[in-house]
Antibody, heavy 118, light 108 residues
Framework: QITLKESGPALVKPTQTLTLTCTFSGFSFSSSGVAVGWIRQPPGKALDWLALIYWDEDKRYSPSLKTRLTITKDTSENQVVLTMTNVDPVDTATYYC??????????WGQGALVTVSS | SYVLTQPPSVSVAPGQTARITCGGNKIGSKSVHWYQQRPGQAPVLVVYDDRSRPSGIPERFSGSNSANTATLIISRVAAGDEADYYCQVWDTDSDHPVFGAGTKLTVL
């Protein structure tokens, strides 16, 4: 059974760095082709892809946010970490991690709501 | 960047068929995926690669894709199908995924 779960701070102050962790089970980065990504959704708005990382360390970032994002993985711990620098209230959103299969997001975590406010 | 266009809302009576469109330049040449998001819940993949269904998704959900329009088709719509639906493709030029803006399905 494949599961993913996001964790991180519920509240972050403007200009701070946000660190989110995705802990998963049921698959491993040791397997060729595995990729995990992050997607966010501001309240009442659409899904917005942020970043993804492949089993071989290849990475992709949203062009509009790439200067602020870093995605890494810990194969032994079955985790993917996303850091976002210099957060702003517009970064308030529910952040999801998901498993990429082919070109679709086949399994999703439950999401983590992050509020950026002073 | 590749742009996907969805109608903001679609309404349908119970038992009827709902069709939600997703427009894009030559989208027929891409694989289109559809997600259902009920209020307060995470998205769920309901159709992938234009017309395939993940395990556990009812046969009432199907898809088509041709030319510049992909369509999610939900037959025998029920109240439980009321949700936001998002289409998604892979933009091969920029090598990253792209989501549509979403369509709110209302069951009358």
């Amino acid at each position: 059974q494949i599961t993913l779960k996001e964790s991180g701070p519920a509240l972050v102050k403007p200009t701070q760095t946000l660190t989110l962790t995705c802990t998963f089970s049921g698959f491993s980065f040791s397997s060729s082709g595995v990729a995990v990504g992050w997607i966010r959704q501001p309240p009442g708005k659409a899904l917005d892809w942020l970043a993804l990382i492949y089993w071989d360390e290849d990475k992709r970032y949203s062009p509009s946010l790439k200067t602020r994002l870093t995605i890494t993985k810990d194969t032994s711990e079955n985790q993917v970490v996303l850091t976002m620098t210099n957060v702003d209230p517009v970064d308030t959103a529910t952040y999801y991690c998901a498993l990429l299969r082919g070109s679709s997001w086949y399994f999703w975590g439950q999401g983590a709501l992050v509020t950026v406010s002073s | 960047s590749y742009v996907l266009t969805q109608p903001p809302s679609v309404s349908v009576a119970p038992g009827q068929t709902a069709r939600i469109t997703c427009g894009g330049n030559k989208i027929g040449s891409k694989s289109v995926h559809w997600y259902q998001q009920r209020p307060g819940q995470a998205p769920v993949l309901v159709v992938y690669d234009d017309r395939s269904r993940p395990s556990g998704i009812p046969e009432r959900f199907s898809g088509s894709n041709s030319a510049n329009t992909a369509t999610l088709i939900i037959s025998r719509v029920a109240a439980g199908d009321e949700a936001d639906y998002y289409c998604q493709v892979w933009d091969t030029d920029s090598d990253h995924p792209v989501f549509g803006a979403g369509t709110k399905l209302t069951v009358l």
